[in-house]
């Protein structure tokens, strides 16, 4: 039990839609910050994840700290599931553990919009606009920089 009071507590706290932020990756993917764990007190990140047609995605990897999660809202994503590549599709959910081998990618002619849960809420936006910041600017990361960038960031190639 985590709440001892007697009666409820008026402790909700609304977020309207235009004041989420957004970073547009170099695929043109666009990642809305719908939850960060900044506004959870760190119990976790919730994240709208829109691909244009064609775009790929995150190449199989790991996270040591904490568990990411994969809601298809429309069209089809191929989600990895440490074993295989698997076409999901609108409703479907894919749950990776801390540890757990996954990646995600939209090589279909459609573009497709999922939600990405991360618990616990770890700050996964400052991840986001680097790799956004990256994009917009141009930058060419060499293997060793992309590999000290996702350390920084829990995320290891697989």
Do not use: C, K
């Amino acid at each position: 039990m985590t709440y001892l009071g007697d009666s409820g507590a008026v402790s909700a706290a609304f977020h309207p839609t235009h004041a989420a932020e957004q970073a547009v990756m170099g695929s043109g993917s666009t990642g809305r910050f719908v939850a960060p764990g900044s506004v959870t007190q760190g119990r976790f990140g919730l994240y709208e994840w829109h691909m244009p047609a064609r775009t790929g995605g995150a190449d199989a990897h790991f996270h040591r700290t904490f568990s990411e999660s994969f809601y298809v809202m429309n069209g089809t994503v191929q989600l990895y599931d440490g074993a295989r590549w698997v076409d999901a599709s609108a409703g479907d959910f894919l749950h990776v553990p801390e540890g757990g081998v996954h990646g995600f990618r939209n090589v279909g002619e459609a573009a497709a919009s999922m939600l990405i849960l991360f618990a616990p809420g770890i700050a996964r936006e400052t991840y986001f606009r680097e790799l956004a910041d990256i994009a917009a600017a141009g930058r060419q990361l060499s293997e060793e920089e992309w590999t000290e960038l996702f350390a920084r960031h829990d995320q290891y190639r697989a």
